[in-house]
């Protein structure tokens, strides 16, 4: 277990909705990252939070967005959804982002399946 | 458990044996590199990593080797158990950079 939690743990939608999945960093992380992890794409990072602000942004379509709460927690909003989102979405956290040598610990990660 | 289901290079071992994955990187600027490893159903999980000043480093029972001129890291496991099944990503993070760049993977499949 490392720490990370994620939920859902499944979802189940329809083209053209929107979605929130959510992350609660280990105790003590700043940093919360997400990726996407698809077939054909393996681990696409989509986007950092640390201590709540954006910290970088990676391959995040606009239709996506995130934030990071004060109480360090994050959410990925996912909207207008198309059938190619269905992925496994990770966010991973780690103690300093601003420290290139990290550790990332990666949640259990939510199925997102788009009908 | 649920599996990423990709197309991926596939290395099977039987169990005892010494395993060795490897993956090429791209980015020369890379200074920073780590293996993780996947299960299915689970998150990456951090196994061990390298920095750039280094050409060789061992953990329990994995050893990391990099070699900066071909831009190739290697994952050696030692003594593979059917645990060790799962798939194994290189990283790579640029000088400067907290965001890692993941390779493909490779599925590790052990034989009892």
């Known amino acids: 277990d490392s720490g990370v939690t994620q939920t859902p743990k499944h979802l189940i939608t329809a083209t053209g909705q929107r979605v929130t999945l959510r992350c609660s960093p280990r105790?003590?992380?700043?940093?919360v990252y997400w990726y996407q992890q698809s077939l054909d794409q393996g681990l696409q990072f989509l986007i950092q939070y640390y201590n709540g602000e954006e910290r970088a942004k990676g391959n995040i379509l606009e239709r996506f967005s995130a934030q990071q709460f004060p109480d360090l927690h994050s959410e990925l909003n996912l909207s207008s959804l198309e059938l190619g989102d269905s992925a496994l979405y990770f966010c991973?956290?780690?103690?300093?982002?601003?420290?290139?040598?990290?550790?990332?610990?990666f949640g259990p990660g939510t199925r997102l399946t788009v009908t | 458990g649920e599996s990423v289901g990709l197309h991926l290079p596939t290395l099977s071992v039987q169990e005892g044996d010494n395993s060795i994955i490897n993956c090429a990187y791209s980015n020369s600027a890379s200074d920073y590199f780590i293996w993780y490893k996947q299960e299915s159903g689970k998150g990456p999980q951090f196994i061990i990593d390298?920095?750039?000043?280094?050409d060789k480093r061992q953990g329990q029972r994995v050893t990391v080797l990099l070699n900066k001129t071909v831009k190739h890291l290697s994952l050696q496991i030692a003594a593979t158990q059917p645990g060790d099944s799962a798939v194994y990503f290189c990283?790579?993070?640029?000088?400067?950079?907290?965001?890692?760049?993941f390779g493909r993977g490779t599925s590790l499949i052990v034989h009892p």
């Open positions: 990283a790579e993070n640029a000088g400067g950079s907290y965001i890692p760049t």
């Open positions: 390298i920095r750039s000043n280094m």
């Open positions: 105790s003590g992380d700043l940093s």
């Open positions: 991973a956290s780690s103690v300093d982002g601003r420290d290139p040598i990290y550790e990332q610990y």
